[in-house]
């Protein structure tokens, strides 16, 4: 069968690209591995953080920007609630780089923040306890993104605009020449014009193996879980998302939605594993729980009791910058890999950004800090 554009890996990134190329016309297929959203990549757990005076850096935040506008677009597009304006809170010690960041994003992009002193936070929120060199800088206008549901509304929205998404088809073998791609799954051979790869913590063996791009990605497992929570104080309504940076790790963290407990994870550190083994499950790697207890007895020390974690993977690579490109040799190839662990948010825009890629080599947002380039 001949398509003008086939995409490998219909998860965040990828399902969004469907959309955007279907839109515009693109006759269009999706491969999965599984039936996304899934629990078998780096999308589950029902939520995900945006923020928009970004710590990472002050680069990311058009893009940011991008993104929410293209979430209240498909809002509007699919009459669901995707994204609750929580706020977050960003906590870390003054002076830091990650504090700095936060602040000089939101004062070149005019993004509304109330930074706070330990006292002032836990005036607001009495369930947060920080160490007197801390701030907060809360953001009012970010908040949270219902992650699988995201991922649902762009597959409706893709196949209502004719894309076709098969499912549980993992890509064996690419073969490039030079006016098409051809792509095997265990049963069909598909043609096109042009190749999206956008497959999360397998992209680093499927860029090396199939399309000899060795890149430095990995994949890295990840835990998170659900606390018990008074829903007086710790509901969406009454409580923020939060990302902190202590000496300990970086953590971060979602209100109660729909009475399910506070939910806290660690962004840094984890195990590099091999995606396609089964990863030991939550609270039998040693320090798992520990972890997650440690910070809450420190920072959040009304929360004890623990109801169920989970596991999850990063897609990594070694300066956490995702990469949004064309392949090198291949000009009808975009890649987007390297997520690191941030990089849900973005999904919406890095779904335009790839359609744009494609269609005519270039996007409207600098793409250059995501560039192939820098390795
Ligand atoms: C616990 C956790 C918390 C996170 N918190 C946040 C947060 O608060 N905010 C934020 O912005 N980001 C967050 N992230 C990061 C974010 O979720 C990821 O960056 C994002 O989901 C990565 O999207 P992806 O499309 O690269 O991968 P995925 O969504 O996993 O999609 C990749 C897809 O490719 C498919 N695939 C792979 N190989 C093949 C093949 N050979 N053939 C066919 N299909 C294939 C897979 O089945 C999968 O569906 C978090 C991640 C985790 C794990």
Redesign the pocket.
């Known amino acids: 069968m001949n398509f003008d554009v086939i995409i490998?890996?219909?998860?965040?990134?990828?399902m969004a690209a469907g959309y955007f190329l279907a839109k515009s016309g693109k006759k269009t297929l999706l491969?999965?591995?599984?039936n996304?959203p899934?629990n078998?990549?780096?999308?589950h757990?029902e939520?995900?953080?945006?923020r928009h005076a970004y710590a990472e850096g002050e680069e990311y935040v058009p893009f940011v920007l991008r993104a929410q506008e293209l979430w209240t677009d498909l809002e509007q597009a699919t009459g669901k609630q995707l994204f609750l304006q929580t706020g977050v809170l960003n906590v870390g010690e003054e002076g830091s780089e990650f504090i700095r960041n936060i602040i000089s994003s939101s004062e070149k992009y005019s993004l509304p923040l109330d930074i706070m002193n330990a006292e002032e936070v836990y005036q607001r929120w009495p369930g947060i306890t920080l160490p007197g060199d801390y701030v907060g800088c809360f953001e009012p206008a970010s908040g949270i993104l219902k992650?699988e549901e995201c991922?649902q509304a762009y597959k409706e929205l893709a196949e209502s605009h004719g894309a076709t998404i098969l499912t549980n088809?993992?890509?064996?073998d690419i073969s490039v020449l030079a006016d098409r791609v051809i792509i095997k799954?265990d049963e069909e051979t598909f043609y096109s014009d042009a190749l999206v790869v956008?497959?999360?913590?397998?992209?680093g063996e499927?860029l090396s193996t199939m399309l000899d791009l060795d890149l430095p990605l990995t994949a890295v497992r990840?835990?998170?879980a659900w606390f018990d929570a008074d829903e007086n104080s710790y509901n969406h309504e009454q409580f923020p998302a939060f990302n902190f940076e202590t000496p300990e790790g970086i953590y971060?963290g979602f209100p109660s939605t729909d009475g399910c407990g506070l939910k806290v994870?660690r962004h840094d550190g984890g195990d590099e594993i091999n995606p396609d083994e089964s990863m030991q499950e939550f609270g039998e790697v040693a320090g798992d729980k520990e972890d997650l207890r440690q910070f809450l007895n420190g920072y959040l020390p009304e929360i004890q009791q623990l109801k169920y974690g989970k596991i999850?993977?990063?897609?990594m690579i070694p300066d956490e910058k995702f990469i949004i490109d064309l392949h090198p040799k291949y000009p009808n190839i975009a890649i987007?890999?390297g997520?690191?662990?941030?990089?849900?948010?973005?999904?919406s825009a890095v779904g335009q950004a790839l359609s744009n890629l494609i269609i005519s080599g270039k996007n409207d947002i600098d793409l250059s800090h995501f560039s192939l380039k820098r390795f």
């Open positions: 490998i890996g219909a998860g965040s990134m990828g491969l999965d591995s599984f996304p899934h078998k990549g780096s999308h757990g939520t995900r953080i945006i992650s991922i088809s993992r890509v064996q799954t956008s497959a999360g913590s397998w992209s499927l990840k835990t998170f971060y994870g999850c993977m990063y897609p987007a890999a997520f690191s662990g941030h990089g849900f948010k973005f999904s």
